[in-house]
């Protein structure tokens, strides 16, 4: 089994709402950033959002701010995405990513380290969002 499971992909309408959540199985996420990324066939992966579970500092790609919200569950060992007035081009598979915080590096750093140095994160299954009237 995956060490992170994800779950709420689906498909919504233009404008519509999508919930993801990611579940750490078998580990703690005491210490890391947790991300959510997304890819397209064709298209480089992209880093979405991330959060440290340090001091839930966040991260959001200009693409989605305002309209996606990361967060902790009260069981501090869940990441939530809620993704508010979807638009098309937010269709991919979304990816859940964990990886021990460096203590120098900002939320955005270790978000792009993930994007980069994929080895060095824990990743889930992946889970389609399609966007579409």
């Known amino acids: 089994q995956l060490p992170l499971v994800e779950s709420g992909g689906g498909s919504v309408q233009p404008g519509g709402s999508l919930r993801l959540s990611c579940t750490a199985v078998g580990f703690i996420l005491d210490y890391y950033a947790v991300g959510w990324f997304r890819q397209v066939p064709g298209k480089e992966r992209e880093g979405v959002s991330c959060i440290s579970t340090r001091d839930d500092s966040t991260y959001y790609a200009d693409s989605v701010k305002g309209r996606f919200t990361i967060s902790r569950g009260s069981d501090k060992n869940t990441v939530s995405l809620q993704m508010d007035s979807l638009e098309r081009e937010d269709t991919a598979v979304y990816y859940c990513?964990?990886?021990?915080?460096?203590?120098?590096?900002?939320?955005?750093?270790?978000?792009?380290?993930?994007?980069?140095?994929?080895?060095?994160?824990?990743w889930g299954q992946g889970t389609q969002v399609t966007v579409s009237s």
């Open positions: 990513a964990a990886a021990v915080l460096n203590p120098i590096a900002s939320i955005h750093g270790m978000c792009n380290m993930i994007g980069v140095e994929s080895d060095s994160a824990y």
